[in-house]
């Protein structure tokens, strides 16, 4: 009974902070709520019950390393309740390996299930080498694409340390081993190896664009120089299927599916995230004013 009535005087006498503290409880549920979401990869829990799923791989930046995306895509793929997967594509390219992991993922889900790739602003090198093979490909009419070669740099910076009376000193069992090292030019032999393993690299690339685009590889390697397309050039050249935003991808990929009502979301691949770290991620506080009118909140 005592404790009754002293948290009935505290709400009466400090309604205010009452009614503060109320509203931050009620933030922190919402936000627990969209963590856990969120950890699930599920973009829109209130349609979550949805009888159909359309999985949502997201290809960004420089792919360096496939593993997350490639469990994503085999997450989806074993999951039976997602009819059909969007690879959202916004990636300027990156390392060869990790992005014929990625083809590799997408050619064995699109066997099994309906896959559209949708073009942001660039999809180009490695971001197209990744998903070619998906079942359409659709890009804005200004999205950045192709860009098929094989790209190396090197910098040395032998003559800058002659400069400063440095000689550096480089030992290998092979003189292929150094190739590449910033502390030494390429010799003619080096550069004519690294050119020979690039060209190698170069016509896995486009035999692999002409296996999934069912196109004749002499056509495709007649435009595989290296040249960057817009989404319109694309088409024409047969890279891609279609012209479209990514809603327009959407309804193509629930039409394939055979989906007419709306479809719950699973997004990923999801960054690996604690529940206090989604919690403290998207709760902010603003202490550059006065509390209590400094206090913000925002969803990320």
Request: charged residues 20%; proline residues 4%; negative net charge.
């Amino acid at each position: 009974m005592r404790m009754e009535g002293t948290d009935s005087r505290f709400s009466q006498r400090h309604p205010f902070i009452f009614g503060v503290l109320m509203i931050i409880m009620a933030v922190v549920l919402i936000l627990g709520a969209t963590a856990f979401f969120r950890s699930m990869g599920i973009s829109d829990g209130i349609r979550m019950f949805g009888k159909d799923k359309i999985g949502v791989v997201h290809i960004e930046g420089m792919i360096l390393d496939s593993t997350d995306i490639v469990d994503w895509i085999r997450t989806l793929k074993n999951d039976e309740s997602v009819k059909g997967i969007l690879l959202r594509v916004n990636s300027p390219g990156g390392s060869i390996a990790p992005s014929q992991e990625i083809y590799q993922a997408v050619k064995a889900l699109n066997d099994i299930k309906p896959v559209v790739a949708s073009y942001g602003t660039v999809a180009a090198s490695g971001g197209y080498y990744a998903s070619v093979p998906a079942q359409v490909i659709v890009a804005n009419p200004g999205s950045i694409t192709a860009s098929i070669g094989v790209m190396a740099e090197f910098v040395t910076v032998t003559q800058a340390m002659e400069k400063l009376g440095i000689k550096p000193e480089v030992l290998t069992t092979g003189k292929y081993k150094a190739a590449g090292t910033p502390m030494r030019d390429l010799s003619p032999e080096q550069r004519e190896q690294l050119l020979g393993l690039m060209q190698d690299l170069h016509e896995q690339f486009v035999a692999d664009v002409a296996s999934a685009r069912q196109m004749n590889p002499e056509r495709v390697a007649a435009i595989a120089d290296g040249r960057a397309v817009s989404g319109r050039q694309a088409l024409a050249l047969g890279l891609i299927d279609m012209l479209g935003s990514q809603e327009q991808a959407f309804a193509k990929l629930k039409e394939l599916c055979g989906i007419t009502e709306k479809a719950a979301l699973l997004e990923g691949p999801v960054e690996e995230r604690t529940f206090i770290q989604e919690i403290l991620g998207s709760f902010k506080i603003d202490l550059s004013s006065s509390l209590p009118t400094g206090w913000t909140f925002s969803y990320k």
